[in-house]
Each structure stands twice: as structure tokens, then as C-alpha cells.
């Protein structure tokens, strides 16, 4: 059975460095891709990046520096960190399994976490 | 980066049948994919390749169209159809998302 859950904080101080594990079960992150998607309140989604199977990255540029994706395949977790928040960093944030496309062709994202509410206070 | 732009809401009676659009602002060629997404829970997988039906997903969804102009159909529509439906491209980096179109039922 395929799971994606996410764990994190509720509440991040303006300025500090956030950090969630996205921590999967019923699959491998050797085999599949894992990206990160956000979703600020009453928004749509946005995506952040990407954990590929092979152990690159991928960012999305309007993040810049701030943003980095990393993983611990031994205890299936990847784990996402962006540092200096901002208020509009408020969301709630999701991991989501992407099956690779060089094997099975491109399948969009076909499982999700269920998200992790993150407020950014000042 | 590709902007995808769907109409914001519908309100459709149930039993009938909505298209929702998604138009995007240069080709994806058909690496479009649809999300039904219920009110506090997360994004579920509908339609990939613009026109493939995710298993499990019920018949009564469909997609079609390639290149900048993409249509997820539900029919009949049912009264636990209403949530909000995005468009996500993955033809052009980065992966980018329709602000979502929320469907309400009459």
C-alpha cells in the first residue's frame, strides 16, 4: 500500500529555516521520484521541486537559493528544508510520488501526502 | 514558465454534463494531467496524458485535447463531484499548475 505522510512544524518564526520529512511506505525512492508541492491558503498549487530516483534535484527558480531537497533512502524519507521564510511562505505543503518516466512514461503525480500546515509568524 | 488558465468556478445541477477548461500559454504537447481536490484533504489524480483515466477514477471523467488546449469532462456529474479541479503541464520545466477551477453543484 502506497503512503506518503508528511511531518513538520506548525508554526516557523519569520526568518528561520523550515523543515519537513516526507516519510513514504509501499514503494521505493530508488525507483520512483518524489516532488515537493505547496498550497497557501485559499490558493492553488505550486511546485517547489523534485527528488529524482537516481538522487538529483530539481528546483524551482522562483525559490532560488533557498530551498533544498535531500533524502535517506535506508529510512525512505526525503527530506525538504527553505530557509529565511517569509510570511508568504505560509501553506500547507505536500510530497507526492511521481513514477519515473523514462520507464513507465509520464503518469503525473500519483500519490500524495496528505500535507503538513505550516504558518509563518512574525 | 507555462501559465495554465482555467475559468475560476461552475455551478452545474446533478446529472449533467461540465466541461472544464484549461488553456495553456504555449504547447505541452499532451503532458497534461487533471487533479480533483476535496476541500482540506489533498490533490488526487484523475486524468494523465491528457486523456488516460487513472485507475479506480470512474468512467464518467474523461480528457482530451493536446497542445495549448486541454478539457476535462465529468457525465453525468454527481453531487460528490463538487471540489475544485486542477490542470498540471510536465512538458516544460518547471511543472506548473491552473489555478484550479471549483465546481459547485446546484
Known amino acids: 500500500q502506497v503512503q506518503l505522510k508528511e511531518t513538520g512544524p506548525d508554526l516557523v518564526q519569520l526568518t528561520q529555516t523550515l523543515s519537513i520529512t516526507c516519510t513514504v511506505s509501499g514503494f521505493s525512492l530508488t525507483t520512483y521520484n518524489v516532488h515537493w508541492v505547496r498550497q497557501p491558503p485559499g490558493k492553488g498549487l505550486e511546485w517547489m521541486g523534485a527528488m529524482w530516483n537516481g538522487g538529483g534535484t530539481d528546483y524551482n527558480s522562483a525559490f532560488k537559493s533557498r530551498l533544498s531537497i535531500s533524502r535517506d533512502t535506508s529510512k525512505s524519507q526525503v527530506f525538504l528544508k527553505m530557509n529565511s521564510l517569509q510570511t508568504d511562505d505560509t501553506a500547507k505543503y505536500f510530497c507526492?510520488?511521481?513514477?519515473?518516466?523514462?520507464?513507465?512514461?509520464?503518469?503525473?503525480?500519483?500519490?500524495w501526502g496528505q500535507g503538513v500546515m505550516v504558518t509563518v509568524s512574525s | 514558465d507555462t501559465v495554465l488558465t482555467q475559468s475560476p468556478a461552475l455551478a452545474v445541477s446533478p446529472g449533467e454534463r461540465v466541461t472544464i477548461s484549461c488553456r495553456a500559454s504555449?504547447?505541452?504537447?499532451?503532458?497534461m494531467h487533471w487533479y480533483q481536490q476535496k476541500p482540506g484533504q489533498q490533490p488526487t489524480l484523475l486524468i494523465y496524458l491528457a486523456s488516460n483515466l487513472e485507475s479506480g477514477v470512474p468512467a464518467r471523467f474523461s480528457g482530451s485535447g493536446s497542445g495549448t488546449d486541454f478539457t476535462l469532462t465529468i457525465d453525468p456529474v454527481e453531487a460528490d463531484d463538487t471540489a475544485t479541479y486542477y490542470c498540471q503541464q510536465s512538458w516544460n520545466d518547471p511543472p506548473t499548475f491552473g489555478g484550479g477551477t471549483k465546481l459547485e453543484l446546484k
Open positions: 507526492a510520488r511521481h513514477p519515473d518516466p523514462e520507464i513507465d512514461g509520464e503518469l503525473g503525480f500519483d500519490y
Open positions: 504555449e504547447s505541452v504537447s499532451t503532458l
